[in-house]
């Protein structure tokens, strides 16, 4: 048998089986050699604590990954499997590549060298933002409305040409206003203003050209001619935001009303029947001896005849002697006083004067409800009732809120069943009822917002002054609140 010194000088198997021997040393066993114990054992008795039967070859080593201008490392080589179980040589590291993965060690098998990792590419340079453009200019400025010019304000009277004064800045407190007959563009508003002074009624509105939220706005209770200008007294505030500037352009615009129209000519009388021929008179007899004179009758029963226009004979009370009485007409029911006639004169169980039944019942009516977005009563209840005489009218009227009723925006408005004269004749007392809480005291307030056919209502806030109904004032409604009003007006 040869001699063999060294395990490398030994000659390769050709195979190996689990059952085969092999040469183990185990250093924890130290009886033998302070370095460890050599013992025999076979590869199956190894099978459990090594990888792979016979040592699994070494994997292969992975790519390096891409610098973004370094060359990808090339795949190390795999290591042969030894019949021993010893590792195969690992690959050499590609240039720059990742790490490849070190084999499984096989009995006493050397661990490969890790290849070094690839350097990695730099990042490029973002690009500059580009400028902004430029902006587009401004539109031309629109045209003022029709019946109106500007005019720049002034606190230095007076009222010179292009210019307008006022007695306050604030438009809330405004009374007067005094405007030059020459508009700021150098346009004379002369025969304009001649006009408006004419106009039985007129509206003036005052607006900031450049914020039309900042205005004021007045129905005008007179205007006068002034030096080189014209004075417009202010009746009523219609509605005011802010305040004059001085020295700033305000486009001031006017509403006219136009007077009432006349009335239409009366349709002419049916002509009178002819008359019946009379018939022949009788042959008188002879004349009877007189007979004494008997005591006067008391007074008889007025005889009243049927449609005999502004006629009705009234016995006097004496020998049943009838006079003619004009200004009544009586129609087989009822009897009509046309004109001026003294309550002793007459004596009729129902009376009209001028076309109103005094002792008829009130009439209903459905008063509209309003605001700037109106509100709907739904399954609550809304309801009035007038009664007129002559050219009074008197009106009361209910408004209760159901669980479906919807309240709007802006304010409340409640509608008449007739135009009044004048708005400042609507003067109707209001109750306000918070349901289960309080009652409120209000008024129809036709001076408010100038109507005739319509009118706001108010009641007074905490602070004194007075504010108009609307969802949310005095309170949030809600079912079960109402508000109700009685009173009377003049109508037109």
Known sequence: MPTYNRLTDRTLATGVTLNDLIHIVITGDTSQNPAGSSYRATISQLASIITGATGSSGSAGTSGTNGTSGTNGTSGTNGTSGNNGTSGTNGTSGNNGTSGT?????????????????????????????SSGLSGSSGIDGIDGA??????YTTSPPASAGKFIADFADFSAITTVRISTTASTMNDYTIFMVKLQASPEVFMTITDVTNNSIMGSWDIASISVGTNDYIFTVNNTLAANGSLTNSDIYSISFSIRGGDGTSGSSGSSGL??????????????????????????????ANILNNV????????GSSGVVSAQSGLTYDGSLLFVNNNISATTISATTVVLSGSDITS??????????????PAINNGTIEGYYKLIGKTCFVRGNVAMGSTTTYGTGEWLIGLPFPAKHADGIQITVSILHA???????????????????????????GGTTDS????????????????????????
Do not use: C, H
């Open 436 to 462: 289960s809480v309080a009652w409120y005291n209000g008024i129809l307030n036709g001076a408010r917002a100038g109507y005739t056919d319509k009118t706001a209502i108010q009641y007074q806030n905490t």
């Open 469 to 492: 109904l609307s969802a949310n004032t005095p309170f949030t409604w809600g079912t079960g609140s109402r508000f109700t009003w009685n009173g009377s007006y003049e109508i037109a």
């Open 361 to 374: 019942a009130w009439t209903s009516y459905i008063p509209t409800w309003t605001a700037t977005t109106s």
């Open 102 to 130: 070190n084999g499984t060690s096989g009995n006493n098998g050397t661990s490969g060298t890790n290849g070094t990792s690839g350097t990695n590419g730099t990042s490029g340079t973002n690009g500059t933002d580009g």
């Open 272 to 301: 009178n029947g002819t008359s019946g021929s009379s018939g022949s008179s009788g042959t008188n007899g002879s004349s009877g001896t007189s007979g004494s004179s008997g005591t006067s009758g008391s007074s008889g029963i």
């Open 309 to 316: 226009s502004n006629r009705v004979l009234l016995s006097t």
């Open 147 to 152: 019946l109106s010019g500007r005019w720049i």
